[in-house]
């Protein structure tokens, strides 16, 4: 079906250029949404990062408004289940995005610890330390090394462990 054909093209220099299937003239993209991720032609996911960002920041403002008739604990809950819940979607896909995307993460995560922690007046690391929690990155970097874990261990479907190539070192 043409009319659900897409493609991008991901090489440095710019490149444009469409395809003609039948009667239906196929354009390359820019950017596609592919099971719930934002996949950008330069592959430094700041589209999807965005995406997300402004997700959590709606729904942080309307807990923002709601929160004073809430009591502590039951805030807690729907901060964790309701606003990090959204970087919690196949963070080993866009987990290495740039430096000022990670920057936006961080200040989501510091709005959201602020509500949950009703406090004001701390840094992020502070509130970090506080609350005992890590940031979104490092969790994201935690869910990576999860999954190493498994294909070295032989936990994966066999395709990841034909993926990943193994290297021993020989020296002690």
């Known amino acids: ?13 710019n490149s444009c250029f469409d395809f003609q299937v039948g009667d239906t ?23 999807h990062v965005n995406s997300i960002c402004k997700i959590a920041n709606q ?13 502590p604990n039951h805030r807690k809950i729907l901060i964790d289940s309701y606003i990090k819940s959204q970087f919690n979607y196949c963070p080993l896909v866009w987990m290495f995005c740039s430096r000022s995307s990670i920057r936006k993460i961080n200040k989501i995560h510091e709005r959201t610890l602020r509500l949950k922690l009703n406090n004001y007046c701390d840094t992020f690391n502070e509130l970090i330390s506080i609350s005992n929690e890590a940031t979104i990155h490092q ?20 395709i990841m462990k034909e993926i990943f190539t193994i290297l021993r070192n020989i020296y002690n």
């Open 1 to 13: 079906n043409a009319d659900k054909c897409h493609f991008m093209t991901m090489v440095t220099r």
């Open 25 to 47: 003239t196929i354009k390359n993209s820019q950017e596609e949404k592919i099971l719930g991720v934002i996949i950008d032609k330069n592959l430094n996911f700041q589209s």
């Open 59 to 71: 729904k942080l403002n309307a807990l923002f408004r709601v929160s004073n008739h809430m009591m």
């Open 139 to 158: 969790r994201c970097t935690n869910f990576l090394m999860v999954e190493v874990y498994k294909v070295l261990n032989g936990h994966t479907p066999k």
